[in-house]
């Protein structure tokens, strides 16, 4: 399975990402993890997509798809794969197929998590995340068992560096401007599986489930 999962900021694909990757035993590709690791290792990489990502602007798309081009090369993503946040533009959608056509893969399903921006604004308010895996928390909806612990590996959570509210908002207006196109851009291969975001994790996920069934 190849699948892409598009959304707004806080619509669940990292969540989500995680129960698809588990259930098909595919790896989870997110390019906003990829690029907070690069940060966090203070790679030249990083260090460049730092600014961008703290003002809530997208990182340059050459920089999205030179990093893309290296991971879906990797041994693991021989028998699929799900690509969380990635592609963001038109620009990188087209890259993609052409990347995609290099190495003789083809995209299953495009899973877009439809959220509006009101319950977006109050759901990121109460995330954590543990940095290392990139596995998402909400105090409200989704709470680690002991609260600010990773209930895997015991480790601190933190607070996003681009959660606060202006950040958000102007994440949601870079989403619709740059990403949402992306809808029409798939929809026009056939691909698309819309999604409704705005119910309970485990509703949304047995929704995808039975899109991807059908696949
Ligand atoms: P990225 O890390 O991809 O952030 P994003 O797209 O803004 O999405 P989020 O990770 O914020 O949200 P999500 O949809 O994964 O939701 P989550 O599951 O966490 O990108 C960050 C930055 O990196 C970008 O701004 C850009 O600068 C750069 N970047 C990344 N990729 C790029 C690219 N391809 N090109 C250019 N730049 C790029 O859930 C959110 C919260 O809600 C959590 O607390 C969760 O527990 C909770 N929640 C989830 N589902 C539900 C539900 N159904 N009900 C209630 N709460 C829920
Ligand atoms: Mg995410």
Redesign the pocket.
Known sequence: MKIILL?P???????QATFIANSYGIPQI????M?RENVKNKSSLGIEAQG??NK????PDQL?LDMMKNRLQEDDCASGYIL?????TIP?AKGLDVLLASIDHSLNAVVVIQVPDDVIVN??G??RVHLDSGR???VE??PPKKEGIDDVSGESLIVRE?DKEATVRK?LSVYHEMTKPLIEFYASKNLNAKIN?N???NS?QKEIKSALDKV
């Open positions: 959304g900021p806080g619509a669940g694909k990292g969540t997110s390019t906003g993890d690029l961008y990502m809530g602007n997208l990182v999205i969380d946040g990635f592609p963001r990188q759901r990121m109460g995330r998402v928390y909400n909806y989704n681009d994440r975001g119910q309970l994790i949304v």
